[in-house]
């Protein structure tokens, strides 16, 4: 703006140029406002005074029939008629529909003080509402004549499919009484073996009783046992729980031990107990039980590796699933289970490892026994099944 204001004289600083720019705005921008009269025009220049006292107010009286009628053949001369006499019909109705409604209005005003406005965008919506009604009911009418003609279609079909179905009834019909006689023969014959099947069926009934009085014992059998192998499930979580808590460092101050705590030893010496048969670095009689009388000397061959140590009691499990494991080897540490001493939180004050191992065998023996008290049930169920 700065050569502009130059140009018009005008010294040009930063607050003349503005100054400037603003004056032109002024002389160049103009703003257009449309209100339809109405309540809320009323309202809105109670509100805001700058619309009157700021503005060139001009009125847009009601449009005359000659311009009315030029209006409405504008937004038809588009439109498809019959012929030129039905639109100069619609053309001619739509001024005097809508002068219909302005006198009408005016009678509103008189008795009931209410102010009903028919502006001429109130015409150009009632010429659009007559083309929008035109074309539905046009698109309806062509629907229904092709819903008619699809009807008709289906009519003519159905006829020629009736008289073909007719004629192929009566040569149908000829065959039906063949099929009949014999079915009567056949009937006969089928009565004799029937009074055969219904021997066999009889007997297969009570078959099937029995049957279903064998699948009921195996399900409540296979039931029973399930419901006794979950309560050990408890104990082989707590001993796996005591293995996954030992450290292979926490065996690492036992393997130089001679000669260890007395509840140490009695705890290794249940773990050798419990590995007679299964690990071969245990060694045993021709019987199977332990050879060594001195059972934490088998032990120290142990801790030599403790990782595999800890293998081996992880696995244990597995070996009692698979039988492996002899009964003779738990009755060899039955009187050291007995002893109230030998729990975790005694022997945890001498060694942190052999409390873990102790906790791993009682938990242990807890399996075991349930295991082999259903171990026959489970075999019995499994017999069971077969006869099923």
């Not at 062509?142 to 009807?151: I, P, Q, S």
């Not at 009695?266 to 001195?294: A, M, Q, W, Y």
């Not at 000397?297 to 070996?319: E, G, H």
Request: proline letters at 5%.
């Amino acid at each position: 703006m700065t050569p502009a204001a130059k140009g018009d004289g005008i010294v040009p600083t930063t607050e003349n140029v503005w100054k400037y720019f603003i004056e032109r705005v002024k002389r160049n921008l103009h703003m257009a406002l449309c209100f339809s009269p109405s309540d809320d025009f009323r309202s809105r220049a109670r509100k805001f005074p700058a619309l009157i006292n700021c503005t060139v107010i001009d009125w847009f009286h009601p449009w005359p029939q000659d311009a009315l009628l030029s209006v409405a053949r504008k937004f038809l001369e588009e439109t498809e008629m019959a012929n030129e006499e039905e639109r100069d019909s619609v053309i001619k109705f739509l001024p005097y529909s809508f002068g219909i409604v302005g006198e009408f209005a005016e009678i509103v005003k008189e008795r009931e003080r209410r102010f009903i406005y028919a502006t001429p965008k109130s015409f150009l919506e009632l010429i659009k509402l007559f083309k929008t009604m035109l074309t539905a009911k046009r698109n309806e009418l062509v629907e229904n004549r092709e819903k008619y003609d699809r009807g008709v279609v289906k009519l003519t079909e159905t006829g020629e499919q009736v008289a073909e179905l007719e004629e192929n009834l009566k040569v149908t019909s000829v065959v039906v009484e063949e099929k009949k006689t014999k079915a009567a023969e056949q009937a006969a014959i089928v009565g004799v073996e029937k009074e055969k099947v219904e021997k066999e069926s009889n007997i297969a009934s009570n078959e099937s009783v029995k049957c279903a009085q064998i699948a009921k014992d195996v399900g409540e059998m296979s039931a029973k046992v399930q419901g006794e192998l979950d309560l050990a499930i408890p104990a082989l979580e707590k001993a796996e729980m005591a293995l996954n808590g030992l450290k292979v460092k926490d065996f690492s101050m036992l393997k130089a031990l001679t000669n260890p705590p007395m509840d140490v030893q009695k705890t290794f010496g249940c773990v050798i107990h419990l590995l007679c048969t299964v690990d071969p670095l245990v060694p045993i009689d021709k019987k199977g039980r332990l050879s060594e009388s001195n059972p934490w000397k088998c032990a120290a061959v142990q801790l030599k590796n403790p990782q595999s140590f800890l293998d081996k009691l992880k696995n244990y499990k597995n070996d009692i699933d698979e039988k492996k494991v002899p009964e003779m080897n738990f009755k060899a540490i039955a009187d050291v289970l007995a002893d109230e001493t030998f729990t975790p939180e005694i022997i945890v004050t001498k060694s942190s490892a052999a409390a873990g191992l102790c906790d791993w065998v009682k938990n242990i023996a807890v399996y075991y026994d349930v295991f082999m008290n259903v171990a026959p049930k489970r075999l019995k169920c499994e017999e069971a099944q077969v006869q099923l």
